[in-house]
């Protein structure tokens, strides 16, 4: 029987500077590898989904490169814990006795209760589970006000953040080679299970809207990234969010260009890191407003407001353009996403939970923090959050950002027309009764 290391690929779809993978590959034991297809979250999804395309499609990638290494990767589909159980014990029946199993932390309420879970049945089957940091820069934990407590404003977080790295002499940006070292536990290549295996269309795995690396990490990309950002009809942002959300990305590569190249892309990084602090310090977050006077707002029940906001039948040309362009293809540029949030938390008093779910469903790059965090900002209900007599004017944030309507007549051809249906609210109206109902209903608080 021959003692090896086991390392489960989480949300970090890849063997290049993988901190988990690197500390499995230094236990000098050699190191198989697994992923699982989780049904605890596949089970809730549609039957055509491109975010389970885009993961089968890396896993596949990743499966290969394992073979090109001489090493493989085991590939099941079921609950994680029960999966493990099985794989574990198909390794011993080949003389290869799992003694410790390393992965990559990761703070949502689910993988934390997971990785609870595993971590009990290991320690009782006398096995090692170790969590390594690779999701973030900085875990939150090592980003503290001085008196130890977190965060819940933006600024003095990322001042702080940058402190905590200068401390460290920027060692949490250094990148690592996961195969310099270690070796590979022998086991034959299995074959992935399919798309439609596991209940999926086979059209999830239409790569559109995937995007690849070679121009978004151009330094003349991110060097324009600050002017170009907030400016929908043109491809001014990177659209890396969704690599990082599957991690086929290294975030410490990506900080590092940030470092060279543009404070302003640093700076979006540092709120992803900011907002998974907020998720893991106060996980009611997830589900509850993060300040919770919030959640006495008596939000409107309109079912035909919000089914109008999500086909993008708003009559308003912006907020349209944004919901059809996320139906089309999974993705929403950053400035619209506020404008189109605003306008259903506050132009229709409908609870932000609504569109959380919504684009919690139809998000190529979901990722419940981030996510979470940006509706509750929205909604005035989040920590560091826009104050809620904040009600943008969709027109207004038209003109500003999409003057010409040039991002607008691409998924709004008929705006301009008789065929173009008339707002759904007034603004000058939806933005009183939004500023009188928040009023009142805090002011009871």
């Known amino acids: 029987m021959t003692d090896i290391s086991l390392f489960w690929h989480r949300r970090d779809l890849r063997m290049e500077d993988n901190r988990g993978l690197f500390a499995a590959r230094a236990s ?31 896993v596949s990638r990743l499966s290969q490169e394992y073979a090109q290494s001489g090493g493989s990767l085991h590939v099941l589909h079921g609950q994680p814990l029960t999966s493990l159980k099985e794989l574990i014990a198909v390794l011993r029946s080949r003389g290869q006795k799992v003694v410790e199993i390393h992965t990559n932390r990761d703070y949502a309420p689910y993988p934390v209760r997971r990785d609870l879970e595993v971590a009990q049945w290991a320690e009782d089957q006398g096995i090692s589970f170790s969590l390594h940091e690779d999701h973030v820069i900085l875990p939150p934990e090592s980003v503290l006000k001085d008196d130890g407590t977190p965060y819940t404003v933006f600024t003095p977080y990322s001042r702080k ?50 995007t690849a690396f070679d121009h978004a990490l151009q330094p003349d990309t991110i060097r324009a990234y600050a002017e170009r950002r907030d400016t929908p009809s043109i491809m001014g942002t990177t659209r890396m969010s969704l690599h990082l959300r599957f ?36 996980p009611h977050s997830a589900s509850d407003a993060f300040r919770p006077k919030y959640d006495r707002i008596p939000w409107r029940q309109d079912e035909a407001g919000f089914d109008a906001w999500c086909r993008g039948k708003t009559g308003y040309p912006l907020v349209d353009a944004g919901m059809r362009e996320l139906n089309a293809t999974g ?19 409908i609870d932000w939970r609504w569109g959380e779910r919504y684009f919690a469903e139809k998000l190529l790059d979901y990722e419940l923090a981030s996510n979470v965090g940006g509706w509750q900002w929205a909604s005035g209900s989040g920590c560091d959050a826009a104050p809620y007599f904040r009600v943008f004017n969709p027109e207004s944030q038209m003109k500003k950002f999409d003057p010409k309507g040039i991002y607008v007549k691409r998924w709004v051809p008929e705006w301009g027309t008789p065929g173009y249906g008339a707002p759904i609210v007034e603004h000058k109206f939806a933005r009183q009764r939004a500023i009188d109902t928040y009023k009142a209903a805090l002011a009871e608080a």
């Open 331 to 349: 993705f929403m540029h950053n400035r619209v996403r506020m404008v189109v949030a605003s306008f259903l938390c506050k132009h229709l008093l």
């Open 161 to 210: 953040w940058h402190r905590v790295l200068e401390s460290m002499d920027g060692v949490p940006l250094d990148t690592v080679d996961s195969l310099e070292q270690g070796s590979w536990a022998s086991s034959p290549l299995q074959a992935l299970p399919t798309l439609q295996e596991m209940g999926f269309d086979e059209e999830s795995g239409n790569p559109e809207g995937w």
């Open 247 to 282: 991690g086929t990305v290294s975030i410490r590569h990506l900080a590092a260009l940030g470092m060279k190249h543009s404070e302003k892309w640093l700076t979006e990084l540092i709120w992803r890191e900011f907002y998974q602090s907020i998720l893991h310090h106060f």
């Open 28 to 58: 000098g034991l050699p190191v198989a590898s697994f992923f699982c297809f989780d049904r605890y979250i596949l089970d809730r999804l549609p039957e055509l989904d491109r975010r389970v395309g885009f993961i089968h499609h890396h």
